[in-house]
């Protein structure tokens, strides 16, 4: 395994310099909300996971498709990752959206459609990991798994869609404000700030994390190689 | 003028939330790494010991 890049160490540091800036700028910058108080902060973060949470399936789907076209398993290593990290920014958006809801919708969760299209996409990712355990060859496991990314994707644009397409109880931010809709405001100028600055932030910490999760697959393969060897 | 509703703990364990499960998975990328290593220095030593 090759020594860590420079540039990763770099932007190692600058994604934890980009957390706290952007803790920063949701707590203390950006004003309370009125009508919610306090809890709308953490809104900043709740779609800042979300995205890219949703990012890193989409990614994972366009590594499956690669990986079938040109059978390089370096691609199935980057769909493992791309489904890892955002299996767990997904798991916090919802985790944030469910501790917003509750004092905002008195309830910690309800079955209206994002809630439930992205629990559904969350679960269909927690599977994906069950299908790959369960397939020991590995050319097989690659094929399904790139397969099955290539699925499951279709849930991502289902479930950022949800919210402008059905009746529904979420607030929709940025475009049409839904007339069900409860717990939605506008955004003030300090809010918007701090709002794309946690956008940027955690899209700059997507890719620094997916990076070294793709450098631990590496390491992983190569172990595994290597005891195939010792095994001969 | 209204008064805004007290929801600051909601705020805490919201960005507590995020820390904890962020952290928790970055150890386990450190974990992972480290145990991974180590395995790999002991598979060099023995394919060494078996090439001598």
């Known amino acids: 395994m090759k020594k ?6 770099v932007l190692d540091i600058f994604s934890l310099v980009l957390l706290a800036v952007a803790a920063y700028l949701s707590l203390n910058f950006a004003p309370m909300e009125v009508t919610m108080g306090n809890v709308q902060k953490v809104f900043y973060f709740h779609v800042a996971n979300a995205w890219v949470g949703m990012l890193g399936f989409i990614a994972a789907g366009v590594a499956g498709i690669t990986y079938l076209r040109s059978g390089n398993s370096k691609w199935d290593n980057v769909e493992v990752a791309a489904v890892e990290i955002s299996l767990v920014f997904f798991l916090i958006a919802i985790l ?66 949800a919210i402008r397409l059905f009746r529904t109880i979420h607030p929709v931010v940025i475009g049409s404000e839904s007339a ?34 793709i450098r631990l697959g590496i390491l992983q393969n190569e172990v595994e190689e290597l005891k195939l060897k010792v095994m001969e | 003028m209204s008064i805004s509703p007290e929801t600051t703990n909601y705020m805490i364990a919201g960005f507590v939330t995020f820390f904890v499960v962020f952290s928790v998975y970055i150890t386990s990328l450190f974990v992972r790494w480290n145990n991974l290593n180590r395995d790999k220095l002991a598979l060099e030593e023995l394919e060494k010991d078996k090439k001598s």
């Open chain 1, 180 to 213: 069900q809709a409860q717990g939605g405001f506008n955004m003030s100028p300090d809010m918007k700030i701090a709002f794309f600055f946690a956008l940027f932030a955690f899209t700059i910490i997507f890719i620094d994390v997916f990076w070294n999760r």
């Open chain 1, 4 to 9: 860590k890049p420079k540039i990763l160490l």
């Open chain 1, 96 to 161: 944030l959206g469910s501790i917003w809801a509750r004092p905002a919708w008195n309830t910690w969760w309800t079955w209206e459609p994002r809630l439930t299209t992205a629990a559904i996409t969350e679960m269909i990712y927690l599977a994906y990991f069950m299908l790959r355990n369960g397939i020991e060859d590995p050319n097989r496991r690659a094929r399904f798994s790139a397969v099955y990314t290539l699925v499951g994707s279709v849930s991502v644009p289902i479930t950022f869609m």
